[in-house]
């Protein structure tokens, strides 16, 4: 299924801004720069980046958490930290353990990766739902955790626009994001690139859409991938219902007309 919405990252297509910004999150984990944000309207990517940065990374070297639904209070948010990476036997109940506890935890977690050369990762996705100043400044104190004036944990936060906006609210955290960068949606010319290049990794090895049928799915996605994906997908079940072996741009419009897009 070429066209599947979701972070598979084999089926990413490295436009010069995918690769821009892996190799802006990579040079924040690699240099040990604390904290750093990508943003980017929705379905452009973000996620499936953060997922090539996972398998960019040695394992062996990396203990990471990667939290998708971070719309938490910040004693929930802590405690999901801690336990994907590694803590036992924390309680089921939180009024049975304070923020202050879990701080420790991790802390402690972040100490021993030090000691045994292991390096922690922690990437909030759909940060951007944060609507609590707390959360964010709970955040914060985690880049406090360091040694040698070396931090013990990188953080990466990943969202929509708006998260620029709540991040600029909370200046102590926003000095410590040493780079961000910030995903548009792919351009007219990269959306031909971007197809044929999912069709490959899915085993194709013809271009099965007409010149206007890209022209079309440009114009109704806006150069958004998840837009493309649907678009696609719909109008691949289109055309084999037509018994159609390419695509053009009448099966785009009618693929465009079913999802309402």
Known sequence: MPFENTPDPRFLYYSSQHEEGLSRLLYVVEQHKGAGMLTGVFGCGKTV??????????????????????????????????????????????????????????????????????????????????????????????????????????????GQPELKERIHKNKQLLQRIAMGYHLE?????????????????????????????????????????RRINQICDMSLITGFSKKQDRINGEIINEAVDSLGV
């Open 49 to 158: 980046l953060a997922r090539a940065l996972f398998n960019t990374l040695n394992k062996n070297v990396y203990q990471t958490a990667f939290i998708n639904n971070p719309h938490l209070k910040s004693v929930e948010l802590l405690r999901a930290i801690a336990r994907q990476l590694g803590a036992e036997n924390l309680p089921e109940k939180l009024n049975e353990m304070s923020t202050d506890h879990f701080v420790e935890v991790i802390n402690n977690i972040l100490l021993d990766n030090a000691k045994d050369g292991k390096e922690t990762l922690v990437i909030v996705d759909e940060a951007h739902v944060i609507d609590d100043a707390e959360v964010f400044e709970e955040l914060r104190l985690l880049l406090n955790f360091q040694i040698k004036n070396r931090f013990l944990l990188t953080l990466l936060l990943m």
């Open 185 to 225: 949606p792919i351009s007219k010319d990269e959306v031909s690139k971007y197809i044929t290049h999912r069709l490959e990794v899915a085993g194709g090895n013809r271009n099965i859409f007409t010149d206007d049928a890209f022209e079309l799915i440009f114009a109704n996605s806006g150069g958004i991938p």
